[in-house]
């Protein structure tokens, strides 16, 4: 569960800032859910205050655990295998109580994608709820 802290008015893109409820964690993400088609929904229902259920996509390079170790570098526990959000098959991942998604295209060189190192470059907002992000359905 996630409370919406902030959330811009960008055209298109724009920026929401986000809190983990359990954990007390604040993401800065991107929504891009406009970019849909007149039938499609996005996620501009969403209330400052308000609490949702979201699902954050990690945008980045995954590495092996052995290869790569800063600061700005998140380590992954794989706690969800084979999974889709629409049509993106996914991995679940937590770190630190937090949970998250990687593509599964992304680890896909990777020797033991039971746990690894993610350089993140940006998170995505790809679920609220029942809404998917419409690019995935």
């Known amino acids: 569960m996630h409370k919406l802290l902030f959330a811009s008015d960008g055209i298109m893109t724009r920026h929401v800032k986000l809190e983990n409820c359990e954990t007390?964690?604040?993401?800065?993400?991107?929504?891009?859910?406009d970019l849909r088609h007149d039938?499609?929904?996005?996620?501009?229902?969403m209330k400052i205050g308000c609490k949702y259920e979201c699902k954050i996509l990690l945008f980045g390079?995954?590495?092996?655990?052995?290869?790569?170790?800063?600061?700005s570098c998140i380590i992954c526990e794989t706690i969800g295998w084979d999974l889709s959000i629409g049509n993106l098959k996914v991995?679940?991942?937590e770190n630190n109580g937090n949970i998250y998604y990687v593509a599964i295209n992304d680890v896909e060189e990777l020797s033991d994608i039971s746990r690894f190192?993610?350089?993140?470059?940006?998170?995505?907002?790809?679920?609220?709820?029942?809404?998917?992000?419409?690019?995935?359905?």
């Open 24 to 33: 007390g964690k604040v993401e800065l993400c991107f929504d891009d859910s």
């Open 39 to 45: 039938n499609q929904k996005d996620f501009w229902f």
């Open 61 to 71: 390079l995954a590495y092996d655990l052995s290869e790569v170790n800063e600061e």
């Open 91 to 93: 991995l679940q991942v």
């Open 117 to 137: 190192i993610f350089r993140c470059s940006r998170k995505d907002l790809i679920q609220v709820n029942d809404v998917i992000y419409p690019s995935f359905l």
